[in-house]
């Protein structure tokens, strides 16, 4: 158990009216900000997904987030999905909304729900009856895992592989130059889909410093993407941006930016 779930309820479906308001303020200015991030960088208005990272929020804040609009969302611990998913599932249930691996059994709109952050393996089967995409995949252990379980249970799982752009040695991910090879092996696996690659950026205040490693995540995707290789043609995500640099991001080719702190206000756990 997570320290602060001790002390906030994160199955709570109750959210007051200025909450709310405050919530969809904030989903209003992201996507603001990524649409002039778009045209500032020439590209097709409506090409970057807001995924709202929405570690230490309970059911209310995320359905105020959701009423606002956004359509992804993502948890960065499988201790908050299982907190959270019954909830959230009927709640969206009751908005004509289908969330994440829901969206297979019904034509309804869809709201994305991914994991964003590390996932150990006792705890696959936790979120797999409910995440769609796992963004936080960084070898081979975990990939095969995730397959042979979401094959057991019938029902296949995207995933992202996510790269160490930056090197820090704090963030996970895998190395830049066993990227490639990595993400061959891991598209060819039965029971799991390769969608794209996550990123971090770089923990600096050097725009070009950031803007490369992004860039080079790009460079991987394409290489990776028009490779030929069995089960690559569906790798065309980049996972890129957060609330500090997603005008770089986007700049440099992101698909999906994935914000919490510009939506939700600064969180009061860690």
Do not use: W
């Not at 959270?84 to 709201?111: F, H, I, M, W, Y």
């Not at 830049?176 to 993400?183: E, F, H, S, V, Y």
């Not at 790798?235 to 914000?259: F, I, K, Q």
Request: glycine share 12%.
């Amino acid at each position: 158990m997570v320290a602060y779930m001790d002390h906030k309820d994160l199955g709570n479906r109750q959210v007051s009216q200025e909450r709310a308001g405050q919530i969809a303020d904030g989903v209003k200015r992201v996507v603001e900000r990524i649409a002039k991030a778009e045209d500032s960088a020439g590209r097709k208005e409506g090409s970057v997904t807001l995924l709202a990272a929405t570690k230490t929020r309970d059911v209310g804040e995320i359905m105020a987030a959701i009423d606002a609009g956004v359509r992804r969302i993502g948890e960065n611990r499988p201790q908050e999905v299982t907190a959270k998913a019954q909830g959230l599932l009927e709640l969206c249930r009751d908005r004509g909304l289908a969330l994440g691996t829901d969206a297979a059994d019904n034509d309804s709109p869809s709201v994305g729900f991914h994991l964003i952050g590390q996932l150990q393996s006792n705890k696959i089967n936790k979120i797999l009856p409910y995440v769609d995409t796992v963004e936080s995949v960084d070898g081979t252990s975990l990939a095969r895992k995730l397959a042979t379980r979401a094959l057991a249970a019938g029902r296949p799982v995207g995933i992202l592989l996510e790269v160490n752009e930056s090197g820090e040695q704090a963030k996970s991910g895998c190395a830049p130059d066993q990227a490639r090879d990595l993400a061959y092996e891991l598209a060819a696996m039965e029971g799991i889909q390769l969608k794209g690659l996550m990123t971090v950026g770089a923990h600096v205040d050097d725009e070009a410093v950031i803007r490369t490693g992004f860039a080079h995540l790009r460079g991987l995707r394409d290489q990776i993407r028009d490779s030929g290789e069995t089960g690559t043609d569906t790798c065309t995500m980049l996972s890129m941006g957060m609330t500090g640099d997603m005008e770089y991001a986007v700049a440099e080719g992101s698909t999906e930016v994935r914000v919490g702190t510009a939506i939700f206000g600064p969180r009061a756990f860690i």
